[in-house]
């Protein structure tokens, strides 16, 4: 049983596309996460949804958004792709947020190339 | 504004020794600290977590301490085997506030 899913496991597109990850999880958590792990291996958090309410969000551009249809989904879209795009997007799901300190469990990941 | 910092990029140590690895913070007050595995191409694996007011967790093999004032965590693998080959990251958080996660340091268990 996969706790975390995401899909696509690779993505690779061309610069000024459009294109979406999906996330799943099935432990029936309350809060999900993007993150963007880069060429240098730091995991950045981008945004985090409880309940499908919008929670976090950090400094990333606005062609990046956030999609939660349900508490058990949360899907990111991103428009006109850029180079700089290019790294593993990793989806992740806590039991609560309030309670922050609860266990993240991450998917596979997303492995984005952009050219 | 907040760093956090893992002693090395990469550490061998001999099989069946201990592995310490270090995670500083400066400018953050954090309420726990968390330490995560990451094994190439998957997404990082939870493995333990100690709060501001303890001093030490243990797990199996795996011991965590946190020292607020040096401003400081290790993380000990006692015993270790080559399947312990791994990045281990560490992550700071605090109440009603995001996880921020250290580079990661890639641990090598030379059999």
């Known amino acids: 049983d996969t706790a975390v899913s995401q899909t696509p496991k690779y993505l690779v597109t061309q610069m000024g596309n459009d294109k979406s990850i999906k996330c799943e999880q099935n432990?029936?958590?309350?809060?999900m996460y993007w993150y963007k792990q880069d060429s240098k291996k730091f995991l950045k958090i981008m945004f985090s949804y409880n309940n499908k309410e919008l929670i976090i969000n950090e400094t990333v551009p606005n062609r990046f958004s956030p999609k939660s249809p349900d508490k058990a989904h949360l899907n990111l879209h991103i428009n006109s792709l850029e180079l700089g795009d290019s790294a593993v997007y990793f989806c992740?799901?806590?039991?609560?947020?309030?309670?922050?300190?609860?266990?993240?469990?991450f998917g596979p990941g997303t492995r984005l190339t952009v050219t | 504004s907040q760093k956090i910092e893992q002693n090395s990029e990469a550490l061998n140590i001999q099989e069946g020794k201990t592995a310490t690895l270090t995670c500083n913070y400066t400018?953050?007050?954090?309420?726990?600290l968390q330490w995560y595995r990451q094994d190439p191409g998957r997404g990082p694996v939870f493995l333990l977590l100690i709060r501001e007011n303890e001093k030490e967790k243990r797990k199996e093999r795996l011991k965590v301490t946190f020292d607020t004032t040096l401003k400081q965590s290790l993380f000990h693998i006692t015993a270790s085997q080559p399947a312990d080959s791994a990045t281990y990251l560490c992550a700071l958080g605090h109440r009603d506030d995001k996880i921020i996660f250290g580079k990661g340091t890639r641990l090598h268990i030379l059999p």
């Open positions: 432990l029936g958590h309350d809060t």
């Open positions: 992740a799901s806590s039991q609560d947020l309030r309670a922050i300190s609860y266990e993240q469990y």
């Open positions: 400018n953050y007050s954090p309420a726990y």
